[in-house]
Protein backbone atom coordinates (compact mmCIF):
# COMPACT_ATOMS: atom_id res chain seq x y z
CA UNK A 1 0.00 0.00 0.00
CA UNK A 2 1.08 3.05 -0.78
CA UNK A 3 2.15 6.18 1.70
CA UNK A 4 0.67 9.91 1.66
CA UNK A 5 3.18 12.56 1.32
CA UNK A 6 2.54 16.29 2.06
CA UNK A 7 5.72 18.21 0.88
CA UNK A 8 6.24 22.12 1.47
CA UNK A 9 2.13 22.80 2.38
CA UNK A 10 1.32 26.21 3.13
CA UNK A 11 -2.34 27.38 3.66
CA UNK A 12 -3.35 30.65 3.28
CA UNK A 13 -6.82 32.50 5.04
CA UNK A 14 -7.83 35.55 5.52
CA UNK A 15 -4.73 37.79 5.72
CA UNK A 16 -2.07 35.51 5.88
CA UNK A 17 -0.45 31.50 6.04
CA UNK A 18 -2.40 29.53 8.90
CA UNK A 19 0.00 26.62 7.67
CA UNK A 20 3.57 26.96 6.52
CA UNK A 21 6.13 24.68 4.73
CA UNK A 22 4.66 21.64 6.33
CA UNK A 23 5.75 18.63 5.30
CA UNK A 24 5.48 14.68 6.69
CA UNK A 25 4.54 11.29 5.67
CA UNK A 26 1.42 8.67 6.67
CA UNK A 27 2.64 5.32 6.21
CA UNK A 28 -0.38 2.10 6.26
CA UNK A 29 -0.89 0.64 9.60
CA UNK A 30 0.32 3.96 11.56
CA UNK A 31 -1.15 6.88 13.53
CA UNK A 32 0.14 9.74 13.49
CA UNK A 33 -0.81 11.98 16.28
CA UNK A 34 -1.08 15.96 15.37
CA UNK A 35 -1.38 18.12 18.23
CA UNK A 36 -0.73 21.83 19.01
CA UNK A 37 -2.16 25.05 20.57
CA UNK A 38 -5.54 26.36 20.04
CA UNK A 39 -5.46 28.17 16.37
CA UNK A 40 -2.17 26.53 15.52
CA UNK A 41 -3.30 25.43 11.87
CA UNK A 42 -4.35 21.62 12.75
CA UNK A 43 -7.73 21.97 11.07
CA UNK A 44 -6.78 24.18 8.33
CA UNK A 45 -4.00 21.21 7.94
CA UNK A 46 -6.42 18.47 7.51
CA UNK A 47 -8.38 20.22 5.33
CA UNK A 48 -5.78 20.95 2.41
CA UNK A 49 -4.80 17.45 2.65
CA UNK A 50 -8.79 15.89 2.23
CA UNK A 51 -8.86 19.13 -0.43
CA UNK A 52 -11.57 20.99 1.69
CA UNK A 53 -9.07 23.94 1.32
CA UNK A 54 -6.57 24.60 -1.53
CA UNK A 55 -3.12 24.78 -0.77
CA UNK A 56 -1.46 27.95 -1.63
CA UNK A 57 1.88 26.21 -1.96
CA UNK A 58 3.37 22.60 -1.73
CA UNK A 59 2.28 19.59 -2.73
CA UNK A 60 0.07 16.46 -1.14
CA UNK A 61 1.22 12.75 -3.00
CA UNK A 62 -0.55 9.58 -2.74
CA UNK A 63 2.80 7.26 -4.19
CA UNK A 64 3.65 8.95 -7.10
CA UNK A 65 0.43 10.29 -7.73
CA UNK A 66 -0.29 14.43 -7.63
CA UNK A 67 -3.34 15.05 -5.54
CA UNK A 68 -2.36 18.51 -5.11
CA UNK A 69 -5.31 19.72 -7.53
CA UNK A 70 -7.42 17.34 -7.07
CA UNK A 71 -11.29 18.35 -6.43
CA UNK A 72 -12.10 16.66 -3.02
CA UNK A 73 -14.07 13.70 -4.59
CA UNK A 74 -11.00 12.44 -6.42
CA UNK A 75 -9.34 12.47 -3.06
CA UNK A 76 -11.82 10.71 -1.41
CA UNK A 77 -11.48 7.84 -4.38
CA UNK A 78 -8.12 7.42 -3.52
CA UNK A 79 -8.79 6.84 -0.30
CA UNK A 80 -8.60 9.98 1.73
CA UNK A 81 -11.97 9.97 4.19
CA UNK A 82 -11.80 12.92 6.25
CA UNK A 83 -13.71 13.24 10.34
CA UNK A 84 -14.27 16.81 10.38
CA UNK A 85 -14.59 18.45 13.30
CA UNK A 86 -18.13 18.01 15.38
CA UNK A 87 -19.34 15.66 12.92
CA UNK A 88 -22.73 14.77 13.50
CA UNK A 89 -24.47 11.28 12.83
CA UNK A 90 -28.03 11.01 11.17
CA UNK A 91 -30.06 11.19 14.01
CA UNK A 92 -33.51 9.90 12.85
CA UNK A 93 -31.67 7.05 10.82
CA UNK A 94 -30.80 3.44 13.05
CA UNK A 95 -27.12 2.66 13.46
CA UNK A 96 -27.10 0.04 11.03
CA UNK A 97 -28.93 2.59 8.44
CA UNK A 98 -26.05 4.90 9.44
CA UNK A 99 -23.15 2.53 8.65
CA UNK A 100 -24.37 1.87 5.82
CA UNK A 101 -24.94 4.94 4.27
CA UNK A 102 -21.16 4.04 3.54
CA UNK A 103 -20.11 0.01 3.85
CA UNK A 104 -21.46 -1.17 0.72
CA UNK A 105 -22.54 -4.18 2.23
CA UNK A 106 -24.79 -5.86 5.05
CA UNK A 107 -21.46 -8.27 5.54
CA UNK A 108 -18.94 -4.86 5.80
CA UNK A 109 -21.24 -3.26 8.23
CA UNK A 110 -21.45 -6.75 10.08
CA UNK A 111 -17.50 -6.92 10.47
CA UNK A 112 -17.81 -3.75 12.03
CA UNK A 113 -20.30 -4.45 13.77
CA UNK A 114 -17.93 -7.41 15.00
CA UNK A 115 -15.69 -5.13 15.74
CA UNK A 116 -17.59 -3.42 17.90
CA UNK A 117 -19.78 -4.90 20.41
CA UNK A 118 -20.93 -1.46 21.57
CA UNK A 119 -22.77 -0.77 18.85
CA UNK A 120 -23.54 -4.35 17.60
CA UNK A 121 -25.95 -3.97 21.18
CA UNK A 122 -27.71 -1.08 19.39
CA UNK A 123 -28.04 -0.95 15.90
CA UNK A 124 -31.79 -0.93 15.44
CA UNK A 125 -31.69 2.33 17.87
CA UNK A 126 -32.31 5.40 16.03
CA UNK A 127 -28.97 7.09 16.34
CA UNK A 128 -30.32 10.49 18.08
CA UNK A 129 -30.84 8.12 21.30
CA UNK A 130 -27.39 6.92 21.68
CA UNK A 131 -24.86 8.69 23.96
CA UNK A 132 -22.36 11.50 23.04
CA UNK A 133 -19.41 8.93 22.99
CA UNK A 134 -21.54 6.47 21.20
CA UNK A 135 -22.60 8.67 18.46
CA UNK A 136 -19.09 9.33 17.68
CA UNK A 137 -18.23 5.81 17.46
CA UNK A 138 -20.63 5.49 15.10
CA UNK A 139 -19.23 8.24 13.41
CA UNK A 140 -15.75 6.74 13.41
CA UNK A 141 -17.28 3.42 11.97
CA UNK A 142 -18.87 5.05 9.41
CA UNK A 143 -16.26 6.57 8.24
CA UNK A 144 -14.03 3.24 8.14
CA UNK A 145 -16.97 1.32 6.48
CA UNK A 146 -15.44 2.32 3.20
CA UNK A 147 -12.19 1.18 3.91
CA UNK A 148 -10.14 3.96 3.56
CA UNK A 149 -6.23 3.90 2.91
CA UNK A 150 -5.87 7.36 5.12
CA UNK A 151 -8.22 8.55 8.01
CA UNK A 152 -8.08 12.42 8.97
CA UNK A 153 -9.63 12.71 12.31
CA UNK A 154 -10.40 16.36 13.81
CA UNK A 155 -10.92 16.26 17.64
CA UNK A 156 -13.44 13.47 17.97
CA UNK A 157 -12.91 13.98 21.91
CA UNK A 158 -14.81 16.91 21.24
CA UNK A 159 -17.51 17.43 24.04
CA UNK A 160 -16.78 14.51 25.54
CA UNK A 161 -15.14 13.40 28.87
CA UNK A 162 -11.70 11.67 28.51
CA UNK A 163 -13.03 8.67 29.93
CA UNK A 164 -15.27 8.16 27.12
CA UNK A 165 -12.96 9.28 24.82
CA UNK A 166 -10.68 6.27 25.70
CA UNK A 167 -13.32 3.85 24.91
CA UNK A 168 -12.57 5.61 21.31
CA UNK A 169 -9.13 4.55 21.01
CA UNK A 170 -9.36 1.66 20.59
CA UNK A 171 -11.03 1.89 17.37
CA UNK A 172 -9.01 4.05 16.02
CA UNK A 173 -5.89 1.36 16.81
CA UNK A 174 -7.89 -1.34 15.03
CA UNK A 175 -8.97 0.73 11.74
CA UNK A 176 -4.50 0.96 11.71
CA UNK A 177 -4.32 -2.32 12.65
CA UNK A 178 -6.33 -3.70 9.78
CA UNK A 179 -3.28 -1.52 7.42
CA UNK A 180 -5.06 2.38 7.34
CA UNK A 181 -2.99 5.25 8.12
CA UNK A 182 -4.24 7.53 10.66
CA UNK A 183 -3.84 11.37 11.14
CA UNK A 184 -5.29 11.84 14.39
CA UNK A 185 -5.71 15.56 15.59
CA UNK A 186 -6.46 15.88 19.42
CA UNK A 187 -6.73 18.56 22.49
CA UNK A 188 -5.94 15.46 24.91
CA UNK A 189 -2.49 15.05 23.62
CA UNK A 190 -1.20 12.87 26.09
CA UNK A 191 -4.21 10.05 24.84
CA UNK A 192 -3.23 10.88 21.38
CA UNK A 193 0.46 10.30 21.38
CA UNK A 194 0.01 7.07 23.88
CA UNK A 195 -1.43 5.36 20.86
CA UNK A 196 0.51 7.04 17.92
CA UNK A 197 3.64 5.66 16.87
CA UNK A 198 4.68 9.20 15.12
CA UNK A 199 3.75 12.96 16.47
CA UNK A 200 3.45 15.71 14.70
CA UNK A 201 3.71 19.37 16.95
CA UNK A 202 2.16 22.46 15.03
CA UNK A 203 2.73 26.11 16.41
CA UNK A 204 1.68 29.00 14.67
CA UNK A 205 1.07 26.84 11.73
CA UNK A 206 5.24 25.14 11.34
CA UNK A 207 5.97 22.06 12.24
CA UNK A 208 7.96 22.22 15.57
CA UNK A 209 8.63 19.01 16.16
CA UNK A 210 7.92 15.74 14.00
CA UNK A 211 9.25 12.21 15.05
CA UNK A 212 8.69 9.26 17.73
CA UNK A 213 5.41 9.81 19.98
CA UNK A 214 7.00 8.23 22.55
CA UNK A 215 9.78 10.46 22.81
CA UNK A 216 7.69 13.00 23.29
CA UNK A 217 5.71 11.55 25.65
CA UNK A 218 8.39 10.91 28.10
CA UNK A 219 9.80 14.34 27.71
CA UNK A 220 7.30 17.14 28.83
CA UNK A 221 9.63 19.72 28.39
CA UNK A 222 10.17 18.86 24.44
CA UNK A 223 6.22 19.35 24.20
CA UNK A 224 6.10 22.14 25.75
CA UNK A 225 8.86 23.68 23.94
CA UNK A 226 7.51 22.39 20.76
CA UNK A 227 3.87 23.77 21.95
CA UNK A 228 5.64 27.55 22.04
CA UNK A 229 7.29 27.36 18.91
CA UNK A 230 10.15 25.43 19.44
CA UNK A 231 13.49 25.92 19.90
N1 LIG B 1 -12.52 30.06 7.40
C1 LIG B 1 -11.51 30.77 7.89
N2 LIG B 1 -11.26 32.02 7.44
C2 LIG B 1 -10.24 32.75 7.92
N3 LIG B 1 -9.39 32.31 8.87
C3 LIG B 1 -9.61 31.09 9.36
C4 LIG B 1 -10.66 30.24 8.90
N4 LIG B 1 -10.61 29.08 9.58
C5 LIG B 1 -9.56 29.18 10.41
N5 LIG B 1 -8.97 30.38 10.29
C6 LIG B 1 -7.78 30.84 11.03
O1 LIG B 1 -6.74 29.95 10.73
C7 LIG B 1 -5.91 29.75 11.87
C8 LIG B 1 -5.77 28.27 12.12
O2 LIG B 1 -7.04 27.74 12.48
P1 LIG B 1 -7.29 26.17 12.60
O3 LIG B 1 -8.75 25.99 12.92
O4 LIG B 1 -6.75 25.49 11.42
O5 LIG B 1 -6.40 25.82 13.87
P2 LIG B 1 -6.50 24.60 14.89
O6 LIG B 1 -5.10 24.28 15.27
O7 LIG B 1 -7.31 23.50 14.30
O8 LIG B 1 -7.26 25.24 16.11
P3 LIG B 1 -8.16 24.56 17.25
O9 LIG B 1 -7.27 23.62 18.00
O10 LIG B 1 -8.58 25.73 18.06
O11 LIG B 1 -9.31 23.88 16.56
C9 LIG B 1 -6.57 30.51 13.01
O12 LIG B 1 -5.89 31.72 13.19
C10 LIG B 1 -7.97 30.75 12.53
O13 LIG B 1 -8.48 31.94 13.06
Known amino acids: MNALRVTGLTVTRGAGPVISDVGFTLE ?14 KTSLLEAISGVVPAAAG ?17 ARRGV ?5 GRA ?45 EQQMVV ?44 LVEQFTHLALGVARDALVVSSGRVTYSGDAATLL ?3 ETLHTAYLGGS
Request: hydrophobic share 50%; charged share 20%; net charge neutral.
Open 140 to 183: LARAFAARPAFLLIDEMSLGLAPVVFTRLLPMVTRFAEEGAAIL
Open 81 to 85: AHIEQ
Open 28 to 41: PGHITALVGPNGAG
Open 218 to 220: DSP
Open 89 to 133: VFGGLTVLENLMLTARTRARADELFALFPELAKRRDSPAALLSGG
Open 59 to 75: TVHIGTEDLTRQSRVTR
